[in-house]
T-cell receptor, first 114, second 112 residues
Framework: AQSVTQLGSHVSVSEGALVLLRCNYSSSVPPYLFWYVQYPNQGLQLLLKYTTGATLVKGINGFEAEFKKSETSFHLTKPSAHMSDAAEYFCAVSVETSGSRLTFGEGTQLTVNP | NAGVTQTPKFQVLKTGQSMTLQCAQDMNHNSMYWYRQDPGMGLRLIYYSASEGTTDKGEVPNGYNVSRLNKREFSLRLESAAPSQTSVYFC???????????FGSGTRLTVV
């Protein structure tokens, strides 16, 4: 079965600093990988996804992630944090044999300090 | 375009009471899901419906039942609520294939 581990339940950065949220996956077959963002009292919104093809994936709000098979990682980055980026971020994985079902990580709460 | 609509948004139940959480999507998606979100545990799959007429258990199905009423609607029922079911519940839907979900805005349930 596939699984996801997000390293760091809380990450704090200064406004304008690099954002790096870490995600490692475990899967015996090629994975499909996703990052979602959740703002307070809201549902989850898709930031970006990797299915096949280019390993560097660009998403909304200036975020991007790189699929690295050798490291089983899919870390989320943004060059310059903005106050509005403060939210909880979830990494998720699915595989062909699971249909469309996603398995989520435990989430990383991002705080952006002025 | 409403996407995925969940009702109610908030609910307080007493232990032993029953209730049904409603979910509807207007995107003609095949698959629908119910997750619960608890602090530090991410989202855990309760039940899912890969297509109209089918339902399957997820990771944490105990204490819940579901009905896929038609392609649009997927309801979650708590027959006898317990304090351990205090959580935020999310409904989601997807097209066939690994393209990700569209989520509803959630139902915050408290069982006292």
């Amino acid at each position: 079965a596939q699984s996801v581990t997000q390293l760091g339940s809380h990450v704090s950065v200064s406004e304008g600093a690099l954002v790096l949220l870490r995600c490692n996956y475990s899967s015996s077959v090629p994975p499909y990988l996703f990052w979602y963002v959740q703002y307070p009292n809201q549902g989850l919104q898709l930031l970006l996804k990797y299915t096949t093809g280019a390993t560097l994936v660009k998403g909304i709000n200036g975020f991007e992630a790189e699929f690295k098979k050798s490291e089983t990682s899919f870390h989320l980055t943004k060059p310059s944090a903005h106050m509005s980026d403060a939210a909880e971020y979830f990494c998720a994985v699915s595989v062909e044999t699971s249909g469309s079902r996603l398995t989520f990580g435990e989430g990383t709460q991002l705080t952006v300090n002025p | 375009n409403a996407g995925v609509t969940q009702t109610p948004k908030f609910q307080v139940l007493k232990t032993g009471q029953s209730m049904t959480l409603q979910c509807a999507q207007d995107m003609n998606h095949n698959s629908m899901y119910w997750y619960r979100q608890d602090p530090g545990m991410g989202l855990r799959l309760i039940y899912y419906s890969a297509s109209e007429g089918t339902t399957d258990k997820g990771e944490v199905p105990n204490g819940y039942n579901v009905s896929r009423l038609n392609k649009r609607e997927f309801s979650l029922r708590l027959e006898s609520a317990a304090p351990s079911q205090t959580s935020v519940y999310f409904c989601a839907s997807s097209v066939k294939g690994n393209y990700g979900y569209t989520f509803g805005s959630g139902t915050r349930l408290t069982v006292v």
